[in-house]
Each structure stands twice: as C-alpha cells, then as structure tokens.
C-alpha cells in the first residue's frame, strides 16, 4: 500500500513513522526539497497547482491524504479524480475560509464567536456597530500560528489594524474574554467508528502553540461531552474520515467553537507516547477503513513545541519519561522545530516534571 501525503512538514513525517509497522509506504508532495518528510517518505518538489507533478504523485498510489489546510481544494479534486483524497476535500473547502467555517458552525449549533464578513471600510465600520469592541480582526484566509490578526481593543486599533489587513477579505469576530483553550481531536473512519481524544488544554505564545496537556486539567464529563457532541456534529456533517481537530475557547464554563483543521494537528502530538494509539496511527487507520484503536489516555502528558532554537538534547533525555522529537528542520525564530512530550502519573507528578523541563529549555 502506498498513501500519498499532500505536504511533507512534520506532521506528515509523523504520519509516515506511525504508518511503517503497519506496512504502509508514502509518498509526499512538497514545496521544499528539505521538508521534514523528505526522508521518510519518497518526495516529490512541486507545487500544488502544478498538475503534471499531481499526475506523477497520484500514479500508483492507492490514497492520498493532507497535512496542511492550505492544499489547494482544486487540487484535492482533481486528485480525487484519479485516487481517493480523505478527508473529504469539502473538509478543506470549510476549513481554510473563517467565514465559511464558522457559518458551518453556526448551521450545525456549534457556539462559536459572533462574526461578519468584511470587505470594505464600510463593512468593517457595521461590524463594529454590531459587535462591539474588543474585537478581532482575521484575514479570512492563510491565517496561522496567530499571523494575519489584530486585537482591536480601542478606536485607534481600528485604522491600524485596516491599513495592515485590508486587500484580502477579511473577518470580524467578537473577543472571548477565555478562561483557557482546550481543543478535541476525534476520529472517524470510513465505515463510520468514531472516537474521541480527551480534551486537551492549550498555552499560545505569540500565536504559537507552546504547551499542551492531557487530560486538561479539572475538564468535567459534561464538558467532554459537550465537546464530543460538537465534533460528531462535524464529522457527520462532512461525511468525514481520518482525524479532525477543533480549538474551542472556554467561556463561562462552556465551549465556543474558534476554529477546525481537517488533520492531524499540533495538540495532538502528545498521544505519540500519552495515548493508547497514536492521533498518527488513528489518521492512517481511519482512512483505510481499519478498526480504530483506542483513543485512551497512558498517563498524564505534557507536549511543549520546541520553537526558534533546539534546547540540549542531552539534558532534556535525562529526564525520565521525557520523549524528543527532532524535525530535522534548520533552526530560525518561531519555526517549531521540535517537540518533547512527558508522561507522569499524576497531574501533580506533571506539573513538577513540567517545570523541571521548562528550566532546561528556557535557560
Ligand atoms: P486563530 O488563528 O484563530 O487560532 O487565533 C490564534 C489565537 O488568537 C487563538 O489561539 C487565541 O489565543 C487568539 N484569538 C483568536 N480569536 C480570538 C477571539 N475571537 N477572541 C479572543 N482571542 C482570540
């Protein structure tokens, strides 16, 4: 079986490690010649538009999935034309527009931010009469890792924030005053088996994911499950399989739907060592139909990204329990190039473990 991987970023190169022991083969479709997948898999460097290079990389493969949400959707078709592409491309059609995302969740019941479009002054002049500072102000598309958003919390924000946005459509969205980010990664696969992940609380700096942890601390059943219900919801919606992950703000005791991504996703890392099965594992079981495994918790898990530079590996594997992983990608400011993740029996064990970790990479 060989699956073909749209991207060869880490996540891809994480996929391909979780899909060896179960025979699997992949080929992986990348900008760049030095992507982390690159020596895990057989790299094509192409663009994504280029659909010479999409005939090449469809020959002979027997699925095609994605590890980044800014494929091109016409690319995802066209190679779904040729060769099964899960999840399906309408997944990354809501996904990679906020607008068209949080209609989606607005059309499923999933609470999410109050937003408007905006394309001109104008319309950005109504959003703040409707919705009120603060706010926030997103590019509709290619947003991430916080790039591409203003926090408009007095009138002066408003002009800077349009002079630096504006020429790209654009979207308002109400401030959540979070108590904290936890995010789902559920699973579905072709014959229609769900699972679950347990939430996982998130820490950004500077828009970046810097930590997460699992199980999230003091998550109650019933926000679980207030979690899980809003997943199925868009799982089901889409006719969806492999695994997706939505980011939701805590407020008031209850989650708000901020965004979705149709893959594997960073804070999901953690269930390489914290899970009975890997989010990898689940992804790759899901799209070929095969049973899932089981989406439980080993312990208590803590992922930090390594971002910029690469702390010492040497002292960071003296720790027990403690788990590198190295992208193989060159070091430059905020490019995540690495995580670690720490298993602990307790959540106080996490916590003293997590600071013993933090010394090392901080110092
Ligand atoms: P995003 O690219 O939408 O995931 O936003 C990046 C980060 O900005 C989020 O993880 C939040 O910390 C913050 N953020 C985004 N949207 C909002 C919002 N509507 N209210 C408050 N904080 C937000």
């Given at each position: 079986?060989?699956?073909?991987?749209?991207?060869?970023?880490?996540?891809?190169?994480?996929?391909?490690?979780?899909?060896?022991?179960?025979?699997?083969h992949?080929?992986?479709?990348?900008?760049?010649?030095?992507?982390?997948?690159?020596p895990?898999?057989?790299?094509?460097?192409?663009?994504f538009?280029?659909?010479?290079?999409?005939?090449?990389?469809?020959?002979?493969?027997?699925?095609?999935?994605?590890?980044?949400?800014?494929?091109?959707?016409?690319?995802?078709?066209?190679?779904?034309?040729?060769?099964?592409?899960?999840?399906?491309?309408?997944?990354?059609?809501?996904?990679?527009?906020?607008?068209?995302?949080?209609?989606?969740?607005?059309?499923?019941?999933?609470?999410?931010?109050?937003?408007?479009?905006?394309?001109?002054?104008?319309?950005?002049?109504?959003?703040?009469?409707?919705?009120?500072?603060?706010?926030?102000?997103?590019?509709?598309?290619?947003?991430?890792?916080?790039?591409?958003?203003?926090?408009?919390?007095?009138?002066?924000?408003?002009?800077?924030?349009?002079?630096?946005?504006?020429?790209?459509?654009?979207?308002?969205?109400?401030?959540?005053?979070?108590?904290?980010?936890?995010?789902?990664?559920?699973?579905?696969?072709?014959p229609?088996?769900?699972?679950?992940?347990?939430?996982?609380?998130?820490?950004?700096q500077d828009?970046?994911?810097?930590?997460s942890?699992?199980?999230?601390?003091?998550?109650?059943?019933?926000?679980?499950?207030?979690?899980?219900?809003?997943?199925?919801?868009?799982?089901?919606?889409?006719?969806?399989?492999?695994?997706?992950?939505?980011?939701?703000?805590?407020?008031?005791?209850?989650?708000?739907?901020?965004?979705?991504?149709?893959?594997?996703?960073?804070?999901?890392?953690?269930?390489?060592?914290?899970a009975?099965?890997?989010?990898?594992?689940?992804?790759?079981?899901?799209?070929l139909?095969?049973?899932?495994?089981?989406?439980?918790?080993?312990?208590?898990?803590?992922m930090?990204?390594i971002?910029?530079t690469?702390?010492?590996?040497?002292k960071?594997?003296?720790?027990?329990?403690t788990?590198?992983?190295?992208?193989?990608?060159?070091?430059?400011?905020?490019r995540?190039?690495?995580?670690?993740?720490?298993?602990?029996?307790?959540?106080?064990?996490?916590?003293?473990?997590?600071?013993?970790?933090?010394?090392i990479?901080?110092?």
């Open positions: 079986m060989i699956i073909g991987i749209l991207g060869a970023g880490q996540l891809g190169r994480m996929l391909a490690m979780a899909g060896y022991p179960l025979g699997l992949f080929r992986t479709l990348d900008l760049s010649s030095e992507a982390p997948a690159g895990v898999s057989e790299l094509i460097v192409a663009d538009n280029d659909t010479d290079a999409l005939k090449r990389f469809a020959r002979g493969l027997d699925l095609v999935t994605y590890e980044f949400e800014s494929v091109p959707v016409d690319s995802a078709r066209f190679l779904n034309r040729r060769v099964t592409v899960l999840p399906p491309p309408e997944a990354l059609e809501v996904a990679q527009d906020r607008v068209s995302e949080k209609s989606f969740f607005e059309r499923l019941g999933i609470p999410a931010p109050r937003f408007l479009a905006v394309n001109t002054w104008d319309d950005l002049k109504n959003a703040l009469n409707e919705i009120g500072l603060p706010a926030v102000l997103k590019t509709r598309r290619f947003g991430y890792d916080g790039k591409g958003q203003f926090v408009l919390r007095k009138t002066e924000d408003v002009s800077v924030a349009w002079q630096s946005l504006s020429g790209v459509p654009l979207i308002l969205e109400s401030f959540v005053a979070f108590e904290r980010e936890l995010s789902i990664l559920a699973v579905r696969s072709r229609g088996e769900t699972r679950f992940y347990p939430l996982v609380e998130n820490h950004h828009g970046i994911l810097r930590l942890l699992c199980p999230a601390p003091g998550a109650s059943s019933e926000l679980q499950s207030e979690a899980e219900d809003y997943a199925k919801r868009a799982l089901e919606a889409l006719n969806y399989v492999g695994v997706l992950a939505i980011e939701f703000f805590q407020h008031e005791g209850h989650l708000l739907a901020n965004e979705m991504a149709p893959r594997v996703h960073n804070s999901g890392h953690w269930t390489i060592e914290g009975e099965t890997s989010q990898f594992e689940n992804h790759l079981r899901a799209i139909g095969l049973p899932l495994g089981s989406t439980a918790t080993v312990g208590h898990s803590a930090l990204n971002i910029g690469i702390p010492d590996s040497r960071i594997l003296s720790m027990p329990d788990h590198l992983h190295l992208y193989g990608k060159a070091a430059r400011p905020n995540k190039l690495g995580h670690i993740t720490i298993r602990a029996q307790s959540e106080e064990a996490r916590g003293a473990r997590l600071a013993e970790l933090r010394s990479t901080e110092e």
